[in-house]
């Protein structure tokens, strides 16, 4: 009780039947999964779109994108990255 998780997983792909994609670790799918521990999710937090997947595939990294594009979470159908932040109630 009282632990904190801290969930960081890549998507590079599609979020298909938004928003309801739960078999992938989707924005709606870790959340899914957190709740269904008993963890209560703190942050979630999925930055990119389908301009940054689409630029990484083909080796586009960093020095092509402005940070704040990165970083920016514009709730985008494709993300880059899904983070989470849980935390076991006491």
Do not use: C
């Amino acid at each position: 009780p009282g632990g904190f998780l801290a969930f960081s997983v890549p998507l590079f792909s599609e979020i298909h039947g938004a928003p309801q994609d739960y078999w992938r670790y989707t924005p709606s799918g870790a959340n899914q999964l957190a709740i269904s521990a008993g963890l209560e999710v703190l942050e979630l937090y999925a930055p990119g779109s389908l301009r940054e997947t689409l630029g990484h595939m083909l080796g586009m990294t960093k020095p092509y994108w402005q940070e704040e594009d990165m970083l920016e979470d514009r709730q985008d159908n494709w993300p880059l990255q899904v983070y989470m932040l849980a935390r076991k109630p006491w």
